[in-house]
């Protein structure tokens, strides 16, 4: 897909995608388009995976401006064939993903007095993405 236009006036972006490819392809998107990035492997569910990449953008970029919580998976069963593991991997990835990553974030943009974070939400996202972008 596109690069979102909303970003267009970032200058560098930590992306982060738990599944192996696909990351290189998305940030030399952003490449192209003018922007610096930083692409890191990262399962938003798991808290040691989201403090390294906020120690890897902070780093990398000194700061964190926004956070995009874009993270999400889907399990497309019924109810009465989901085995509790694969409802507690969706409830990991899209609730407490985002949990963590707004408490990796919070205390440095509490002590940087700005920062902004968004989060996006859908039923039929099926690739776990998360950025963590730093505006010019």
């Known amino acids: ?3 979102p236009y909303c970003f267009d006036d970032c200058a560098a972006w930590c992306l982060s995608l738990h599944k192996a490819g696909g990351v290189e392809e998305v940030a030399e998107k952003i490449r192209s388009q003018g922007g610096e990035v930083l692409p890191v492997r990262c399962d938003v569910s798991k808290v040691e995976d989201v403090e390294a990449m906020v120690q890897e953008a902070i780093k990398a970029f000194g700061k964190v401006d926004v956070l995009v919580n874009n993270a999400g998976i889907s399990h497309q069963e019924l109810i009465t064939h989901t085995k509790d593991y694969d409802y507690d991997h969706v409830l990991e990835v899209n609730l407490k993903g985002v949990f963590n990553c707004c408490k990796a974030v919070t205390p440095i943009m509490v002590k940087q007095q700005s ?3 968004v989060n996006v939400s859908s039923c ?6 998360a950025f963590v972008i730093r505006n010019s």
Request: glycine share 16%; no cysteine.
């Open 115 to 117: 920062g902004k974070i």
């Open 124 to 129: 039929r996202f099926s690739s776990p993405i």
């Open 1 to 3: 897909g596109e690069i």
